[in-house]
């Protein structure tokens, strides 16, 4: 059969960026934002994460909190990106986000809120525009196209300061329609909104080339318009680097970007998976020799920024910041059973009285039983 | 609890409106109160497919881009999926998003954000974040559209926790409920019987007064049967109690116009006259309002009836094409046999 002559249309390349390579050694010089300071407050908020982390492992583990999705070996990723982001931007995130979550103000009191049951734990104090933990798959990433719209709108309207907003998600999320409609929309509406996908590896048990023939993730942005890039996500000066600038670009007007963050989940999906069933302890093995934090600890040792005392003396503040977090979590008040009724819409509709009564009377009885049981 | 009906505020409107304004279709009232929502509350964006300069596939949005750019009034790129999550996002963030699907047969791709952020923001954040969100939809058959256009769906989302399902059925009621709908601090899935868009002219004026939520109305009083319908099924509903008059039996017709939460009082209050009910609807039967309704009140009112509830629906099987969709849809005969059923019932089956 004759083959047609065929000419380039179009054509384009992912850029990859990092500035510690695994073992921990510059391979460029660092970006301004990198002072000493920044570099030992992102070091402490990913040693924290990775505490809370492993505190609400060991919580799930003697029964004390629901399934937990812990963010061990992605710190980088999170504490960059919470980072960057103003006060008064919008973070969408999905639930393997504790660095982030920490920094955006959210306490760890309510995280823990969150993961033992409390709805209370979403209704954060100290991030009141930020949207709560999104559970299914990449359906933040269509509200963060929302958000970015109203923020963009409301610049328009009142000429105040574009703020931005940022999605994150997992990679398995970019296989579902909901992550191109909204790359879509923000493509063709140039939205102040920065798409950040944690490649992990792992899409619970499904690997990455399984699931996806995209050579990158990050190429699936080209389609809708946006640019994109790939950063070493164990490495956080690269998705600080990376975040900033797509926030910096978001902000003059330039639209939307999409950074893949290439990372390694380190733990099972939740508590409730048990990843030794479908991936190698080699694999494994392997994976925490490039982990973010030893990565940075030893680039912070190698520049006379960290030491052992100092570590010494960060494991004491951090334990002591634990431990009254959990204090906090455990002195709260439980909310009556009436609340699952409260916040279902802004006034209760008549016709749910009855069944307000009923839970009411019910409690009312409880309480009295528990009553006469504590007199005998 | 209060017994508040959205009748009369509906009758002073109506007597108000006779005297004002030249009289406009549904679809042109849904159209007046976007254009008076958009005018009068700057937090309001409405956005679909085709709803900019074409003004939508059933002009609901005519001439609003014109008149209110293209900030306010979007066309969105094919997604409904998109158009569904995006509202919830505009929403947290203090706008007020009118979201078109152009038919409720495409609502579907949607149905996981209203289900499971719409309705739930306001909940799972302790009230930090909440919804008000109109989705709005042209629903039903009876217009011989292609296959997916003709659904009657709404017993799916009446089911969803949060929601408010409404349904107008005049363009005086489309008027008021669509600014109500607008005004509610939570979502609200706004359902437009397309089959009666164009079906009659009523003077609508353009005050901005909304009408009740959550509140049934009744649109003719009798003493013999209740009929219940919403959206374009109330037509037929009318001219079977029209007909049944004619023959000396008084029909009271109730349209519940918001299905979720409904109102179950303004139906108990009629029982206590009639004594027997029909509930009709185009949706299938198995599962659909009808069988709430009739539940609820054999769960209120058991006693006061002499008759089991009689539901005149359409058949639990799929929207047939357009050239079988009146077989499928309960027409005026269908009612009269159902009110005839329920008239005629007599205590261990004795005529």
């Given at each position: 059969?004759?083959?047609?002559r065929?000419?380039?249309q179009?054509?384009?390349?992912?850029?990859?960026?990092?500035?510690?390579?695994k073992?921990?050694?510059?391979?460029?010089?660092?970006?301004?934002?990198a002072s000493?300071?920044w570099?030992?407050h992102?070091?402490?908020q990913?040693?924290?994460?990775?505490?809370?982390?492993d505190?609400?492992?060991?919580?799930q583990?003697?029964g004390?909190?629901g399934?937990y999705?812990?963010?061990?070996?992605?710190?980088?990723?999170?504490?960059a990106?919470?980072?960057?982001?103003?006060?008064?931007?919008?973070?969408?995130?999905y639930y393997?986000?504790?660095?982030?979550?920490?920094?955006r103000g959210?306490?760890?009191?309510?995280?823990?809120?969150?993961?033992?049951?409390?709805e209370?734990?979403?209704?954060y104090?100290?991030?009141?525009?930020?949207?709560p933990?999104?559970?299914p798959?990449?359906?933040?990433?269509?509200?963060?196209?929302?958000?970015?719209?109203?923020?963009?709108?409301?610049h328009?309207?009142?000429g105040?300061?574009l703020?931005?907003?940022?999605a994150?998600a997992?990679?398995?999320?970019?296989s579902?329609g909901?992550?191109?409609?909204?790359?879509?929309?923000?493509g063709?509406?140039?939205?102040p909104?920065?798409?950040?996908?944690?490649?992990?590896?792992?899409?619970?048990?499904?690997p990455?080339?399984a699931?996806?023939?995209?050579?990158?993730?990050?190429?699936?942005a080209i389609?809708?318009?946006?640019?994109?890039?790939q950063?070493?996500?164990?490495?956080?000066?690269?998705?600080?680097?990376?975040?900033?600038?797509?926030l910096q670009?978001?902000?003059?007007?330039e639209g939307?970007?999409?950074?893949?963050?290439?990372?390694?989940?380190l733990?099972?999906?939740?508590?409730?998976?048990?990843?030794s069933?479908?991936?190698?302890?080699?694999?494994?093995?392997?994976a925490?020799?490039?982990?973010?934090?030893?990565?940075?600890?030893?680039?912070l040792?190698?520049?006379?920024?960290?030491?052992?005392g100092?570590?010494?003396?960060?494991?004491r503040e951090l334990?002591?910041?634990?431990?009254?977090?959990l204090?906090?979590?455990?002195?709260?008040?439980?909310?009556?059973?009436?609340?699952?009724?409260?916040?279902?819409?802004?006034?209760?509709?008549?016709?749910?009285?009855?069944q307000?009564?009923?839970?009411?009377?019910?409690?009312?009885?409880?309480?009295?039983?528990e009553?006469?049981g504590?007199v005998? | 609890?209060?017994?508040r009906?959205?009748?009369?505020?509906g009758?002073?409107q109506?007597?108000?409106?006779?005297r004002d304004?030249?009289?406009?279709?549904?679809v042109?009232a849904?159209?007046?109160?976007?254009?008076?929502?958009?005018?009068?509350?700057p937090?309001?964006?409405?956005?679909?497919?085709?709803?900019?300069?074409n003004?939508?596939?059933f002009?609901?949005?005519?001439?609003?881009?014109?008149q209110?750019?293209?900030?306010?009034?979007?066309?969105?790129?094919?997604?409904e999926?998109?158009?569904a999550?995006?509202?919830?996002?505009?929403?947290?963030?203090?706008?007020?998003?009118?979201a078109?699907?152009?038919?409720?047969?495409?609502?579907?791709?949607?149905?996981?954000h209203?289900?499971?952020?719409?309705?739930?923001?306001?909940?799972r954040?302790?009230?930090?974040?909440?919804c008000?969100?109109?989705?709005?939809?042209?629903?039903?058959?009876?217009?011989h559209?292609?296959?997916?256009?003709?659904e009657s769906?709404?017993?799916?989302f009446?089911h969803?926790p949060g929601?408010?399902?409404?349904?107008?059925?005049?363009?005086a009621?489309a008027?008021?409920?669509?600014?109500?709908?607008?005004?509610?601090?939570d979502?609200?899935?706004?359902?437009?019987?397309k089959r009666?868009?164009?079906?009659?002219?009523?003077?609508?004026?353009?005050?901005?007064?909304?009408l009740?939520?959550d509140?049934?109305?009744?649109?003719?009083?009798?003493?013999?049967?209740?009929?219940?319908?919403?959206?374009?099924?109330?037509?037929?509903?009318?001219a079977?109690?029209?007909?049944l008059?004619?023959?000396?039996?008084?029909?009271?017709?109730?349209?519940?116009?918001?299905?979720k939460?409904?109102?179950?009082?303004t139906?108990?209050d009629s029982?206590?006259?009639?004594?027997?009910?029909v509930?009709?609807?185009?949706?299938?039967?198995f599962?659909?309002?009808?069988?709430e309704?009739?539940?609820?009140?054999q769960e209120?009112a058991?006693d006061?009836?002499?008759?089991?509830?009689?539901?005149?629906t359409?058949?639990?099987?799929?929207?047939?094409y357009?050239q079988?969709?009146?077989?499928?849809?309960?027409?005026v005969?269908?009612?009269?046999d159902?009110?005839?059923?329920?008239?005629?019932?007599?205590r261990?089956?004795?005529?």
């Amino acid at each position: 059969m004759h083959k047609p002559r065929l000419q380039l249309q179009a054509s384009f390349d992912i850029a990859w960026l990092q500035y510690l390579d695994k073992q921990g050694r510059a391979t460029q010089p660092l970006p301004e934002f990198a002072s000493p300071d920044w570099l030992t407050h992102c070091y402490r908020q990913m040693q924290l994460a990775r505490l809370v982390d492993d505190r609400a492992v060991k919580l799930q583990r003697t029964g004390r909190l629901g399934t937990y999705p812990s963010s061990l070996g992605q710190e980088a990723i999170g504490v960059a990106t919470g980072n960057a982001l103003m006060a008064e931007d919008v973070y969408c995130p999905y639930y393997r986000e504790t660095g982030a979550f920490l920094e955006r103000g959210v306490r760890i009191e309510e995280i823990l809120a969150n993961w033992s049951g409390d709805e209370r734990g979403q209704n954060y104090q100290h991030a009141p525009r930020d949207l709560p933990i999104c559970i299914p798959i990449a359906t933040q990433m269509l509200h963060a196209a929302g958000v970015a719209f109203a923020l963009k709108y409301r610049h328009q309207q009142q000429g105040s300061p574009l703020q931005v907003a940022i999605a994150s998600a997992g990679e398995g999320a970019t296989s579902k329609g909901d992550f191109y409609e909204a790359m879509n929309l923000a493509g063709v509406w140039k939205l102040p909104l920065v798409f950040v996908v944690n490649n992990n590896q792992w899409a619970i048990s499904v690997p990455r080339v399984a699931q996806t023939g995209s050579q990158t993730i990050a190429q699936k942005a080209i389609a809708a318009g946006i640019p994109a890039l790939q950063v070493d996500g164990n490495d956080i000066l690269a998705v600080a680097w990376a975040v900033r600038d797509a926030l910096q670009r978001a902000r003059s007007g330039e639209g939307p970007a999409l950074i893949e963050a290439i990372s390694y989940r380190l733990c099972d999906h939740t508590t409730a998976d048990d990843a030794s069933r479908y991936r190698s302890a080699e694999e494994l093995e392997q994976a925490w020799q490039w982990e973010p934090l030893k990565r940075l600890d030893t680039y912070l040792r190698s520049e006379n920024l960290w030491s052992d005392g100092k570590q010494q003396d960060l494991d004491r503040e951090l334990a002591q910041v634990m431990e009254t977090a959990l204090n906090d979590w455990e002195s709260r008040t439980p909310e009556p059973a009436t609340a699952i009724f409260d916040h279902l819409y802004a006034q209760l509709p008549e016709s749910l009285y009855e069944q307000y009564d009923q839970l009411r009377d019910e409690q009312l009885r409880e309480k009295l039983w528990e009553k006469e049981g504590a007199v005998q | 609890m209060e017994n508040r009906t959205g009748n009369e505020m509906g009758e002073r409107q109506e007597a108000t409106e006779l005297r004002d304004s030249a009289p406009i279709t549904l679809v042109g009232a849904v159209n007046q109160a976007l254009a008076h929502a958009l005018a009068n509350d700057p937090q309001v964006v409405v956005f679909g497919q085709d709803i900019g300069a074409n003004g939508g596939v059933f002009r609901a949005t005519d001439g609003l881009q014109k008149q209110f750019g293209t900030q306010r009034v979007l066309d969105t790129p094919l997604a409904e999926t998109m158009i569904a999550g995006i509202a919830v996002g505009m929403a947290t963030q203090g706008l007020r998003p009118v979201a078109e699907f152009q038919f409720m047969g495409f609502i579907y791709p949607g149905l996981d954000h209203i289900l499971s952020h719409a309705t739930r923001m306001r909940n799972r954040t302790r009230g930090r974040l909440s919804c008000p969100i109109v989705y709005r939809a042209p629903y039903g058959g009876g217009i011989h559209a292609p296959e997916h256009h003709s659904e009657s769906t709404e017993a799916l989302f009446t089911h969803i926790p949060g929601l408010r399902v409404v349904v107008p059925s005049s363009p005086a009621r489309a008027y008021g409920l669509l600014l109500a709908a607008i005004r509610d601090p939570d979502p609200v899935l706004f359902l437009e019987p397309k089959r009666i868009y164009r079906a009659a002219r009523q003077p609508v004026p353009d005050n901005g007064e909304a009408l009740p939520l959550d509140s049934a109305f009744v649109l003719r009083e009798g003493s013999d049967l209740t009929l219940i319908a919403w959206g374009a099924s109330v037509k037929e509903t009318l001219a079977a109690a029209a007909q049944l008059s004619a023959e000396g039996i008084e029909a009271e017709v109730i349209d519940p116009a918001t299905l979720k939460p409904l109102d179950i009082h303004t139906i108990i209050d009629s029982l206590e006259k009639t004594r027997r009910c029909v509930v009709v609807h185009e949706a299938a039967r198995f599962g659909g309002m009808g069988a709430e309704i009739a539940a609820q009140i054999q769960e209120y009112a058991f006693d006061l009836l002499d008759a089991p509830v009689q539901r005149v629906t359409g058949y639990d099987t799929v929207m047939p094409y357009y050239q079988l969709e009146n077989v499928y849809l309960p027409g005026v005969e269908r009612i009269l046999d159902g009110a005839r059923a329920a008239l005629d019932y007599r205590r261990g089956g004795a005529a």
